[in-house]
């Protein structure tokens, strides 16, 4: 199964951007970028999803590489309500396979 | 709609003791799942259905059993619970599941509450 590898934590300001950076070397041609989050104690939450072009959503944009082995979620203004762990996930034909994700922690 | 329900929250068993996790979904999703998350970790797939009376095996299938009899509800069984299955479970479900020349289009996935299970 295609990998993601992802920095394990990072820090950002608030109302600043964040660019949270994905890669995925051995990723298939029918691989989707799936991108999801988890607040503590919750269930993972749905940000955002791609597979060639760039993708704008009301929660984020997904920068996809033209090569497709990497990909960048960007939040446009992070608020304290963004601090979370960010899973980026490839979705093959029937499974997400999910890795340890960025812990994203947003300072007042 | 109340999306993915997941009952019970918490449980606690003994080694040995069988149970089962119930979740159901009101959004007529095709494909449902269920996923494991153990401390500081991702989760892992358990289980899915593409559709009722259809499952299949996830990266870690071990010691669980499902079945989809119909497409709101997808059980998970613990058959003799063990320690190593203290965890935190999860169920989701998407719709738009069908499979078109190998490429998937199931869109965004919905996930329960959870259920944290604790075997001692």
């Known amino acids: 199964d295609a990998k993601t590898t992802q920095p394990n934590s990072m820090e950002s300001n608030e109302e600043e951007p964040v660019h949270l950076p994905c890669n995925h070397s051995?990723?298939?041609?029918?691989?989707?970028i799936h991108w999801y989050r988890q607040l503590p104690s919750q269930g993972p939450e749905y940000v955002i999803h791609g597979l060639t072009s760039n993708v704008n959503n009301r929660m984020a944009s997904l920068a996809i590489a033209e090569d497709r082995k990497s990909s960048t979620l960007i939040l446009h203004r992070a608020t304290l309500r963004d601090a979370a762990v960010y899973y980026c996930i490839l979705r093959s034909a029937r499974q997400l396979t999910f890795g340890s994700g960025t812990q994203l922690t947003v300072l007042p | 709609n109340a999306g993915v329900t997941q009952t019970p929250k918490f449980q606690v068993l003994k080694t040995g003791q069988s149970m089962t996790l119930q979740c159901a979904q009101d959004?007529?999703?095709?494909?449902m799942s269920w996923y494991r998350q153990d401390p500081g970790m991702g989760l892992r797939l358990i289980h899915y259905s593409v559709g009722a009376g259809i499952t299949d095996q996830g990266e870690v299938p071990n010691g669980y059993n499902v079945s989809r009899s119909t497409t709101e509800d997808f059980p998970l069984r613990l058959l003799s619970a063990a320690p190593s299955q203290t965890s935190v479970y999860f169920c989701?479900?998407?719709?738009?599941?069908?499979?078109?020349?190998?490429?998937?289009?199931?869109?965004?996935?919905?996930f329960g509450p959870g259920t944290r299970l604790t075997v001692l």
């Open positions: 959004m007529n999703h095709e494909y």
């Open positions: 051995t990723i298939s041609g029918t691989d989707y």
């Open positions: 989701a479900s998407s719709g738009g599941s069908r499979i078109e020349r190998g490429a998937s289009t199931i869109h965004e996935q919905f």
